[in-house]
């Protein structure tokens, strides 16, 4: 008797653990970017009410230099960053800068009390907050683009144009 599956399976295979991982998908929301950026560099990514009008490749060279600046102020690999911006392209570029600087992003809802927030802020162990009305950390660009069994791959400070990003080993 065939079984009967009630979702659509196709694009999605069980590993030898019996967990379902969908295939072809990007390792994480870096990776996703940069393959748009790729794509369509031009296109407009984010485009803010009353504010500005960005592109991909604007949204990647931005992003870098946050993550730049998050490194040089010692953020490594797996450190928390809190990011108390509300939904904009403050938030959306502290978000994609703490991720290409390796850090775990801890979102910060922009409805709670002052003592709520430093709740959060506490319980999460960030090293860093990134605070509404101040400006975004500007750096020299940095993106950790992938983890491979040798460890994380980055693109150093020729970042400022996407096509010039070259992979070198972490130090």
Request: charged letters at 25%.
């Amino acid at each position: 008797m065939a079984t009967i599956e009630p979702f659509d399976t196709s694009g999605i295979a069980r590993g030898p653990d019996g967990i379902a991982r969908y295939l072809d998908r990007p390792r994480s929301l870096v990776e996703m970017l940069r393959k748009t950026v790729e794509r369509s560099p031009d296109h407009e990514a984010i485009v803010e009410l009353g504010g500005e009008r960005i592109t991909y490749r604007q949204l990647w060279e931005r992003s870098t230099r946050v993550a730049g600046a998050l490194r040089a102020l010692g953020i490594q690999h797996g450190d928390r960053v809190a990011n108390r911006h509300a939904n904009g392209l403050d938030w959306v570029l502290g978000f994609f800068g703490g991720l290409m600087a390796g850090a775990v992003v801890v979102p910060v809802n922009t409805r709670f009390a002052e003592p709520e927030v430093d709740y959060v802020v506490k319980d999460s162990g960030a090293r860093f907050v990134l605070a509404p009305g101040e400006p975004l950390p500007d750096g020299s660009p940095f993106a950790l683009l992938s983890h491979t069994i040798s460890g994380w791959h980055s693109a150093r400070n020729d970042c400022a144009s996407f096509s010039l990003c070259r992979l070198s080993p972490r130090s």
